[in-house]
């Protein structure tokens, strides 16, 4: 079983998909910081673009939880906005680029849940994969704009 994190409007095909909001067609819905689910249960946990929409604390609790349900050996991917790459965008461009990264930055506000709390480079996100147990921290894709992890459960 493979499990996705904050699913939202575009759920990865192939796991079960939980989130925070209802209506949205996620399979489970809960919050992130307390996960439903029993020790060891999924052999991969994928979130894509979530872990920014949590304040630092209760990112590391939600890490921390994803540590949990995954099984030994499991696999974690997560993928969130390089806010060092957006932050240079928004010091060095004007008009729709700096818009834009504005919203990577703070978040869009389309619905409550839209904000983000807090902003990850390779060098933080790395750091609270390990404090959260995570080892064999990989950047798996060198798009500047985005950080790509895998990270395994021992
Ligand atoms: C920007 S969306 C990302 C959606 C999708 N993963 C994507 O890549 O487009 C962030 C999602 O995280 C969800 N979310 C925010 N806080 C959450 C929490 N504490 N627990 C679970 N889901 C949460 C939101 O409801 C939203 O659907």
Request: charged letters at 35%.
């Amino acid at each position: 079983m493979k499990l996705e994190i904050g699913s939202g409007n575009k759920p990865k095909k192939g796991y079960v998909h939980f989130d925070i909001r209802e209506g949205i067609g996620a399979d489970i819905v809960g919050d992130a910081r307390k996960l439903p689910f029993k020790d060891n249960e999924f052999e991969e946990v994928y979130s894509r673009f979530f872990l920014e929409h949590l304040q630092r604390k209760d990112a590391v609790l939600a890490l921390k939880e994803m540590f949990r349900v995954l099984k030994k050996g499991g696999r974690l991917e997560i993928i969130v906005p390089n806010i060092a790459y957006f932050c240079k965008l928004f010091v060095e461009e004007k008009g729709q680029k700096k818009e834009w990264a504005l919203n990577k930055i703070y978040g869009f506000e389309h619905y409550k849940e839209d904000h983000h709390f807090f902003g990850y480079d390779e060098e933080i996100l790395s750091k609270i994969l390990k404090e959260s147990g995570f080892v064999e921290i990989k950047r798996t894709e060198e798009e500047e704009q985005y950080l790509r992890l895998t990270a395994k459960k021992p």
